[in-house]
């Protein structure tokens, strides 16, 4: 399932004014591919991944879930979308301070919108998942008992659990050191070429752009030219 948005301003209240976060930005992401934003801090980069996950809604242009025009569904049909279709991480990825890592990422098939999934399937599925990210024998641990790194991979855990066919992630690795964070973007490119998800990556370790099949620069909420260094 692809990702595609058109022609997309978004403005926020500013004093009498407005200010203008996104301006005529397209991007089309295709499933199986991970597309990188990078840019200055206050570009629109966060602002983008709030508009392609349906949570902030464009004064202009459309967003396409898999063909779908998100902006002809009610409110209810978006959130519905953004359970069943859509992984997001953000920059902090917010653990329950209670729970351990393995409930953290069982807990989103309880609130997916399905529901009455068998629970122990749901464990099995969330083991799983934590393995995939490489946190096997971690599993019963709370988010204090955990580093940085190893929150930013619950979280992704997490937005994996409903299988999504959308995933956004918001600088995943800002919190982590070089070596840490290198591994966090393997893993979300190899995660995208296996779950053939349309992935959008806002970062700015731009030594890590190998990983992206395109990188997209936001300068003042529109695309810029491509990131060169980034294409072999
Ligand atoms: P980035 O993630 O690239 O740092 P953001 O998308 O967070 O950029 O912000 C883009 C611009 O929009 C900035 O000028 C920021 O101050 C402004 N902005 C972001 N969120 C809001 C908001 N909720 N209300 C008003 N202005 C905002
Ligand atoms: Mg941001």
Do not use: C
Not at 124 to 129: D, F, H, T, V
Not at 142 to 158: D, E, K, M, N, W
């Amino acid at each position: 399932m692809s990702l595609s948005l058109e022609d997309i301003t978004l403005t926020y209240p500013d004093g009498e004014g407005r200010l203008t976060a996104l301006d005529g930005v397209d991007l089309d992401v295709p499933a199986g591919t991970l597309t990188a934003i990078v840019g200055p801090s206050g570009s629109g980069k966060s602002s983008l991944l709030a508009v392609a996950a349906t949570l902030a809604t464009p004064d202009a242009g459309r967003v396409l879930v898999g063909g779908t025009e998100t902006g002809a569904l009610s409110a209810a049909e978006r959130t519905e979308l953004r359970r069943r279709r859509m992984g997001i991480v953000f920059q902090q990825p917010n653990l329950l301070a209670s729970l351990t890592a393995l409930e953290q990422v069982e807990l989103m098939a309880r609130i997916d919108g399905r529901g009455r999934r068998r629970s122990g399937e749901a464990r099995a599925r969330a083991r799983e998942l934590l393995a995939t990210v490489g946190l096997d024998g971690l599993a019963h641990r709370r988010p204090h008992q955990l580093s940085g790194g190893q929150r930013q991979r619950v979280g992704i855990a997490r937005a994996l659990m409903n299988a999504p066919a959308v995933l956004l992630v918001d600088e995943p690795t800002s919190a982590l050191d070089h070596e840490r964070g290198a591994a966090v973007l393997d893993l979300l490119g190899r995660l995208t070429r296996e779950w053939r998800t349309a992935t959008v990556l806002v970062t700015h370790d731009r030594a890590r752009l190998a990983v992206a099949d395109r990188v997209v620069e936001l300068v003042d909420g529109r695309v810029g030219a491509p990131a060169e260094s980034s294409f072999p």
